[in-house]
């Protein structure tokens, strides 16, 4: 999908978005395929910004979203029921989704849409 004939930052700029991916990955990539050099690559991570990171996500993603998804939603209301109906201790149940006991009540909300 590289195209030789734009700037190496318009084509990571457009990949990345494709991949899913940050530019500097797309940028790092190229260079490791001969698509472009090593010297074009840092004039550009220089030109676009600190340490070099031009694709940085003005989105951040939902940590709790997240987790209810990479437990399961199921996975994930029946320990928060279970928890809050004190059959299952604020520890361990933390423990079993991956998130801090004192972030229960903000997975909860997330998951149930409160």
């Given amino acids: 999908m ?13 990949l990345s978005r494709h991949f ?3 530019t500097v990955v ?4 190229a260079v490791e395929l001969n698509l472009s050099d090593w010297q074009q ?12 990171n031009t694709c940085v996500n003005r989105r951040r993603g ?4 997240t987790s209810a998804l990479r437990n399961s939603k199921t996975l ?3 320990v928060l029921a279970t928890t809050f109906e004190g059959k299952l201790l604020l520890r361990d149940a933390g423990h079993i989704l991956g998130v801090a006991p004192s972030k229960l009540k ?8 409160k």
């Fill in 76 to 78: 994930t209301k029946a």
């Fill in 41 to 52: 690559f840092l004039r550009s991570m220089l030109k676009n910004g600190r340490r070099g």
């Fill in 2 to 14: 590289w195209d030789a004939a734009f700037a190496i930052e318009e084509q990571a700029r457009q």
């Fill in 106 to 113: 903000q997975l909860a909300s997330t998951v149930y849409g």
């Fill in 20 to 22: 899913k991916v940050s």
């Fill in 26 to 29: 797309i940028a790092r990539r």
């Fill in 62 to 65: 939902d940590f709790y979203r």
